[in-house]
């Protein structure tokens, strides 16, 4: 069975003309239809400018280079019309930021309907009804007033549920949510993740699902891949992922959180900050920063390898191959 | 005492039916004051302005006649203390007498009837090429930010803004009448043509009512050099801040939200860029109008071009006060009710922006 979309080295170059920067390096990976695949990593690690790349938006000053594959064509070839046939239809996004990702000019209403009307040739009171149904789905109350309504006159919370709404209107395959619950309050976050849960299961939707937050990642994800740095560090099903981590940075992130069972270690933050794009260490980008650093760490970048059953690591040592400190 | 506090309440009704409506007629009655406020401002310069209207209006030897002179400030009320001659002309002013120019024999409100069209035919047809030409190249020039056109872009808007409207017009004079003859030198019509009749003072639109074809096309190649030259710096002044503007609209995630719909690429820039980037433009459109105002000062003389312009400057050599009140009101009546204007399209264009 061939995946639904297949992202072949992907790697992301900004100004590949003056001063090249590069931003993503060398991720792969694939998503199954009705899949839920998370992508971690700190801020600045890529996580976007993936997204960004997979959607064929990137800014004008970056360049992708490898492949995505979906329905047959490569999405980083696709210009103009046949690019545009997939965005928003096929594929679509859900942005980090509500605050800024609705235009603060334009109706609710209008903004959830001009795709629709685009792409799926229905008029005007077709496009609105379903924006109602839309809106109810993701608990908008009033529906016909938020259509006629701004988006200063949401909260954040509710600005993100339209976004997600506006982002399923053409019913797409594929949806890219950048940290679709960062914004939103507990109670809040639990209702977008069961109705994406509910999406992936009844309409075989196919997530990918960017976050920084494990516990997010844990609750609905199926497989979890780890960036760091541009470059993908880990990638294992999910509940692999507390218990069969096998790289110093995964291990990292996990001890990171916070634990409600209040048992075990106080949260241990990671020591440093991620490099910039523009100044990453030789080697393992990681290495100035891992406790398992050895010299080897800083020659060569090492490569993701397999290491048991759909598991990647990019960590050659292994440091908890006997249980390891946790 | 119950009336006014139906009234308050009326008044509060209004405001929430009738927002925009409430806030135009606020605004016209403050023009009103202020129009006072610019009268006497204008009042006191001009007649702060040493050399004496007597002189300039009379001639040599006349002026050395002292019942000549006499006679003269008598007549339009120049021997009388400076307060005095500014009641009087308030209190004419009130009754919408502008006063009598000095130069023209004629009412000063008659002379602004007769000469506001032209300046209003070439101010806006100035705006229209600074407002089109200025908003596409700001926004060609932001999508692709620091390329080439970019920077030719930015070259073009300095030497826009740099070069003083004078010397363009005598270089565009020079290039398009006199060295290639491709456009006319002077004046609204040729002085062959016969002019179309008056219906809105714009000979362009005049002669298209009159179905005047030819006289139609002298109108516009007479139009094209003035205007061109009248909206040169205020082109460049629009491109450098419909750039910035756009630039800062490209940086939200609703612009790439639009791309990520799939919409045409039309669509994200008019509906979703342009939309964003249109109050700033706006703004910088209503001061570009003052600009254009001032400079038709100096195009309309140099053009020849019978406007409000030209009045204002001929009005100034010969030191004819009330015309050059007359101008001076003009021209801040309508810079006000410009901004008056911006202000009511911010909110209509941005729905977060409320009415004070």
Same mark, same amino acid.
């Given at each position: ?133 839309? !809106? ?191 | ?38 009268? !006497? ?277 010969? !030191? ?34 409320? !009415?004070?």
């Amino acid at each position: 069975m061939t995946a639904l979309l297949e992202v072949r080295r992907l790697g992301v170059t900004a100004r590949p003309d003056t001063a090249p920067v590069t931003i993503v390096e060398d991720v792969s990976f694939t998503m199954e239809r009705g899949e839920v695949l998370g992508l971690a990593g700190e801020s600045g690690s890529g996580k976007t400018m993936t997204a960004l790349a997979l959607m064929g938006i990137l800014p004008a000053q970056s360049r992708a280079t490898g492949e995505v594959r979906f329905a047959d064509e490569d999405v980083l070839k696709l210009r103009g019309r046949a690019l545009r046939q997939i965005q928003g239809r096929r594929i679509a996004m859900v942005f980090q930021d509500p605050s800024s990702a609705l235009h603060p000019m334009l109706t609710i209403g209008r903004q959830m309907t001009e795709h629709m009307r685009h792409h799926l040739g229905i008029d005007r009171r077709d496009s609105e009804q379903r924006a109602l149904d839309l !809106l109810d789905q993701v608990r908008i109350p009033d529906p016909k007033a938020a259509l006629k309504a701004f988006p200063h006159q949401f909260s954040g919370g509710m600005r993100q549920r339209i976004q997600i709404a506006i982002a399923l209107a053409c019913e797409p395959d594929v949806l890219i949510a950048d940290e679709p619950t960062t914004a939103l309050d507990v109670t809040i976050q639990a209702g977008v993740l069961r109705l994406l849960d509910g999406l992936r299961r009844d309409r075989g939707l196919a997530v990918l699902l960017i976050t920084h937050d494990l516990a997010v990642l844990s609750a609905l994800a199926d497989r979890v891949v780890v960036m760091y740095a541009g470059r993908i560090v880990e990638s294992c099903a999910v509940k692999e992922l507390a218990t069969g981590n096998r790289h110093p940075y995964t291990r990292a992130l996990l001890s990171s959180l916070p634990r409600p069972d209040a048992r075990g270690p106080a949260l241990v933050p990671i020591g440093g900050t991620p490099p910039s794009p523009a100044a990453r260490p030789p080697g393992c980008a990681f290495n100035p920063r891992c406790d398992f650093a050895v010299d080897a760490c800083a020659s060569a970048v090492p490569p993701l390898v397999e290491i048991g059953q759909g598991h990647h690591s990019a960590c050659p040592l292994d440091p908890f191959a006997d249980g390891g400190p946790r | 005492m119950t009336m006014a506090i139906l009234s308050v309440r009326a008044l509060k009704r209004a405001r929430t039916r009738h927002p925009i409506a409430v806030f135009v007629i606020r605004r016209l009655l403050a023009l009103v004051a202020l129009a006072l406020g610019i009268s !006497l401002v204008s009042f006191v310069l001009t007649h702060l302005v040493p050399g004496n209207p007597a002189v300039a209006n009379l001639g040599q030897q006349a002026s050395n006649d002292p019942a000549a002179v006499h006679a003269f400030e008598a007549r339009y009320g120049l021997d009388k203390p400076l307060p005095e001659q500014y009641v009087i002309y308030v209190g004419h002013l009130l009754h919408g007498d502008l006063g009598v120019s000095e130069q023209t024999q004629r009412p000063v409100l008659t002379d602004m009837v007769s000469y506001a069209p032209p300046t209003a035919e070439l101010a806006l047809t100035a705006m229209f090429i600074a407002v089109v030409v200025g908003v596409g190249l700001g926004l060609s020039a932001a999508l692709r930010h620091n390329g080439w056109l970019d920077r030719t872009v930015r070259i073009f808007t300095l030497v826009g803004v740099s070069i003083p409207i004078f010397w363009f017009a005598l270089l565009a004079l020079y290039i398009f009448y006199l060295r290639f003859g491709i456009l006319p030198g002077v004046g609204r019509l040729a002085p062959t043509v016969q002019p179309p009749p008056t219906v809105t003072g714009f000979a362009t639109i005049d002669s298209l009512l009159a179905g005047q074809w030819s006289t139609f096309v002298d109108a516009v190649s007479h139009l094209i050099l003035p205007a061109v030259v009248l909206a040169a710096p205020v082109t460049s002044l629009i491109t450098r801040f419909a750039r910035a503007a756009v630039l800062e609209v490209l940086g939200n995630d609703y612009v790439n939200a639009a791309r990520a719909k799939g919409l045409p690429t039309h669509t994200v820039l008019l509906r979703h860029v342009l939309r964003a980037a249109l109050s700033s433009i706006i703004t910088v459109a209503g001061l570009a109008l003052a600009n254009v105002l001032t400079g038709t000062v100096l195009v309309e003389r140099i053009f020849s071009w019978p406007g409000i312009g030209q009045y204002a400057y001929n009005s100034a050599i010969n !030191l004819d006060l009330p015309s050059i009140m007359g101008a001076t009101l003009f021209v801040a009546i309508v810079y006000t009710l410009t901004n008056l204007v911006v202000d009511v399209l911010y909110t209509v264009i941005d729905p977060r922006v409320r !009415l004070a």
